[in-house]
């Protein structure tokens, strides 16, 4: 096929190359005649773009010859394709869905570091730089020559002498603290030299913990009616919080890998714990590859590798392992659905429990959705049998799910103490009950910093951030006005900017305050805070979560990272300090947020056989999303909710579709220009080809005008139909649309509005 003999003058054969750029099109490239073999579709190859190279995916060969002459491929370097064609084509549908060029669809698809050019064959494979020596020094007097003018040298060379006469590098440098310069030292004299030696890089290597417990006799008639139920058919496990679905996921895989087929387990970063990993490997023990954010670049691809060799079956990881290179996929597990996290804030926006269900129609693949509180769109498709859904509704042991008491902030007795802070007597007697008794507390305030904002009491001047239309919130420590959004910070005036006046008002709470307040309120309890704040540097959270574990904190308190998947059954109160943070931001999907962080909080109340209670401290106690968390009940939400997005209210999802087109610029009269520009662009489409099929809302200003020093607009679309919502999102993507493009941004499926 791909020969000819010599005396054959072979015609050129050219393929059609996608880099990772923003550019709607292919580019066709020559194939040399010595890399026939490796350029096939889904294969990296180098190529040149003017002066330079980048790495590209090729996704068809033998196309005809371009009209200009091609330049030749530069480079193969694998032995085999990096994408299937199953995930090529999960790429053109990325693009297509989400308005987003093929190559930056295609980009997501690798990891990084498949992507740099100054090393295209990826990261040097579990390779690790060990010192070898290569001269015995046997005399001492032949030692005293050679380190006379070196003695840290000496300390090197017996030190690797001890070792064995070689020793990786990693070690003597951190654990033995040699230096860098005296190991040179050594190779320079020709005592010794360095080699690359293979290692597993796997960093979850030791974790592992015993086989899960049996199966209750609920969990296992979800895993038998999930496998009677036909594989094109995604299902919901509707399971309350504590009713163990991460068992049933476990059963379901095993039967997946135990058939020899491969499986992806996606769960929300934040619930990436080394539990969660461990319980993962107590069932597969090496067939997992854990892809975590916090993996090295040359982790990553060695995990990505040993998928892509089918040496390992099954993938866990947070949003981007929906494209793990499983082999023969047989399963996608999206844990806690709702989450969220699972939407990718930059192009191509995708939204991952809906790329598992595409990537799932391509490869065949069975996908299950689970949470205690699933998303109404999930909710909808299962309401009209598009995912068919299996219940837990009892807690494991069936425990009871703990009792919510709602408490009105605007009536209920506060603690005198407490000043400002919304600290009332119910919480406090709680709280202090379970310390008396040496149980735990769980705290939730969805803000962080110590206050909201800096208020002058004199003229009402808030600080805002110069970068981005928010106010500054006040931190302590450090201390400072820091902005959420940008991260730009600034000292706490000493006096207001606008009147002069010296003492300026902290208003609002924020974690740091409560931190401070619960302490002092409880000066013998142990008290550890969760926050973004307090978890920057890599496993911090987790060593938080250890300590609760291990019983050494009492109280533990935080934002929504600590409603998420926490199971410590000593914990007996669960308070949630202002339920009300969210419930009023300018998004339609404000009160559902609400309601699935109190749902889920409540339900870390309770786990163990002392049960628990749940305090619930809101100013709305009568709003929906209270109301229904109160009673653990999805369906009590959905009733309330669906109506309030259907109309004659302004029609939302799940009752909708829905795309905002975001115009950003430096220019505010720039930023909306183009927002206007986008808005009679869709309307003519709209009424030109559509036959009116859109809803054309805007342009407006976006509810967070500013952001990072740029100006804000945006235009929404929505529609009761897919295809003309798809249709305008990709004509968008293909470029064929206004001049402004550049500035304004597609994001079908938003799940912000903000
Ligand atoms: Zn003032
Ligand atoms: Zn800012």
Redesign the pocket.
Known sequence: MSGGGPNVVREPRYAEVVLPVPVPRAYTYEVPTALVERVVPGSRVVVPVQRRQVVGLVVAVDVPAPDVPAKPIAAAPDGEPALSAALIELGRWIGSYYGAPLGLALRALLPGALWSVRRPAGPPEQAERVIVLTQVLPSLLERERAFRRAPQRRVGYEALEALGGSAPLRHLLDRLGLSRAVLDGLVKQRLARYTDVPRARDPFADLSSPPPPTLTEAQLGVVSGIAGTPADIPILIHGVTGSGKTLVYLELLRGVVASGQGAILLVPEIALTPQTVARVRGVFGDQVAVLHSGLSDGERADAWRALRRGERRVAVGPRSAVFAPVQRLAAIVVDEEHEASYKQGTVPRYHARDVALARARLEGARVILGSATPSLETLQLARTGRVCTFTLPERIGARPLPPVDVIDLRSAPRVAEARGIPWTEPLDHAVRGALARSEQVILLLNRRGFATYLQCPACGDVRD?P??A?TLTVHQTPRALR?H??G?EEPIPAACRVCGKEIQRMRGLGTQQLEHFVSRRFPEARIARMDLDTTSTKWAHHRILERMAQGKLDILLGTQMIAKGLDFPNVTVVGVVDADTGLHLPDFRAGERTFQLVAQVAGRAGRGPKGGRVFVQTRAPDHPAIRAAAAHSVAAFAAAELPLRAPPNPAYPPHVGLARFVAVHEDERLAQEAAEGVAAWLRRANTERLGGALTVLGPAPCPIMRL?GRWRWHVLIKSPEARPIGRVVRAWGRGRAVAARGTVVVDRDPVSLL
Request: aromatic share 12%; glycine share 0%; net charge positive.
């Open positions: 951030c970068h981005c928010i902005c959004y940008c730009h990072k």
